[in-house]
């Protein structure tokens, strides 16, 4: 590894932000992203935060951890990704979605219609009951893409005029909203329940568009592979799961000495299902 290196940087500020509340040990030595009830959980977990050479016990409450973790992929992406203007030109903005609507989505392009259907639903009952949730999309983080003018879309050449790309949702005469690059859920640990959350809402994503498809990721602190195979196992609708800390959960896997949780983790990873957060900014440059 390259010293000075952006993305390595950034990766040991991520961990460090991590390290003020968001991944602790209690007063017995088990780190915060453990199922305690889980001596494999445990086992593994302990290992990650000894490479990472965690120290703090200062545990934030489950709500503002999971808060805390979004703010802390936010930023990551924020640091890594907008310094890649050189791989992927373009007006990109990264926010954490502080609204916890159902249409928080609703102000892109892609899903700019969802206001009209989630309007339509208010005023019929039997719609609404038809509908139900599948139209209910929150994404935690998200990278957006701005618009363009026709100067910038013009700057090397004569490239469009009034004649032509009428209707291009990136040009901004055209009177669109901006773009949604990427949704990124944000799980510190996975239950059942999280993971099915992750998937319903990346179907969502993809059922509700109109026009070019939006990255779909999870990025997660779950230390036993076989709950993060709950989500990262198949294709079709998230696009990959990143783990804070992969080279560190593989040694921990390795030296727990559990046979089926190692053959699970080289499924995941070799099978490119399962990276670090690392190889999420430049993911997102494709």
Same mark, same amino acid.
């Not at 040009?171 to 909203?177: F, L, Q, T, Y």
């Given at each position: 590894?390259?010293?000075?290196?952006?993305?390595?940087?950034?990766?040991?500020?991520?961990?460090?932000?991590?390290?003020?509340? $968001?991944?602790?040990?209690?007063?017995?030595?088990?780190?915060?992203?453990?199922?305690?009830?889980?001596?494999?959980?445990?086992?593994?977990?302990?290992?990650?935060?000894? =490479?990472?050479?965690?120290?703090?016990?200062?545990?934030?409450?489950? =709500?503002?951890?999971?808060?805390?973790?979004?703010?802390?992929?936010?930023?990551?992406?924020?640091?890594?990704?907008?310094?890649?203007?050189?791989?992927? %030109?373009?007006?990109?903005?990264?926010?954490?979605? #502080? #609204?916890?609507?159902?249409?928080?989505?609703?102000?892109?392009?892609?899903?700019?219609?969802?206001?009209?259907?989630?309007?339509?639903?208010?005023?019929?009952?039997?719609?609404?009951?038809?509908?139900?949730?599948?139209?209910?999309?929150?994404?935690?983080?998200?990278?957006?893409?701005?618009?363009?003018?026709?100067?910038?879309?013009?700057?090397?050449?004569?490239?469009?005029?009034?004649?032509?790309?009428?209707?291009?949702?990136?040009?901004?005469?055209?009177?669109?909203? %901006?773009?949604?690059?990427?949704?990124?859920?944000?799980?510190?640990?996975?239950?059942?329940?999280?993971?099915?959350?992750?998937?319903?809402?990346?179907?969502?994503?993809?059922?509700?568009?109109?026009?070019?498809?939006?990255?779909?990721?999870?990025?997660?602190?779950?230390?036993?592979?076989?709950?993060? #195979? #709950?989500?990262?196992?198949?294709?079709?609708?998230?696009?990959? $799961?990143?783990?804070?800390?992969?080279?560190?959960?593989?040694?921990?896997?390795? =030296?727990?000495?559990?046979?089926?949780?190692?053959?699970?983790?080289?499924?995941? $990873?070799?099978?490119?299902?399962?990276?670090?957060?690392?190889?999420?900014?430049?993911?997102?440059? $494709?």
């Amino acid at each position: 590894m390259s010293a000075g290196a952006l993305i390595a940087e950034a990766r040991q500020r991520y961990h460090a932000q991590l390290f003020k509340g $968001v991944l602790s040990l209690d007063v017995d030595g088990i780190p915060s992203n453990a199922d305690k009830h889980s001596r494999i959980s445990v086992a593994i977990a302990k290992g990650i935060a000894q =490479q990472l050479k965690l120290e703090t016990m200062e545990k934030l409450a489950g =709500q503002r951890s999971g808060s805390e973790f979004e703010t802390a992929n936010a930023d990551f992406v924020r640091e890594t990704f907008l310094r890649l203007s050189h791989i992927r %030109p373009g007006d990109w903005e990264v926010r954490k979605v #502080s #609204s916890r609507g159902r249409l928080a989505v609703a102000d892109f392009e892609q899903y700019s219609h969802l206001d009209a259907l989630a309007q339509a639903a208010k005023a019929s009952p039997e719609l609404a009951a038809a509908l139900g949730n599948d139209y209910t999309i929150s994404p935690d983080v998200i990278i957006i893409r701005g618009l363009l003018t026709d100067a910038q879309i013009n700057a090397p050449e004569p490239i469009i005029d009034a004649s032509v790309c009428r209707k291009a949702a990136l040009r901004i005469s055209n009177g669109g909203k %901006p773009l949604l690059h990427a949704s990124v859920s944000s799980k510190w640990t996975i239950r059942s329940d999280r993971s099915q959350n992750s998937r319903a809402e990346a179907l969502n994503l993809i059922r509700n568009r109109k026009g070019h498809l939006p990255h779909i990721v999870v990025v997660t602190g779950e230390p036993l592979p076989s709950r993060l #195979s #709950s989500i990262a196992l198949g294709t079709g609708d998230i696009d990959c $799961v990143y783990h804070f800390a992969l080279p560190e959960l593989e040694v921990a896997v390795e =030296q727990c000495g559990e046979e089926e949780a190692l053959s699970l983790l080289r499924i995941m $990873v070799q099978g490119k299902r399962l990276k670090d957060i690392s190889d999420l900014p430049l993911d997102m440059a $494709v």
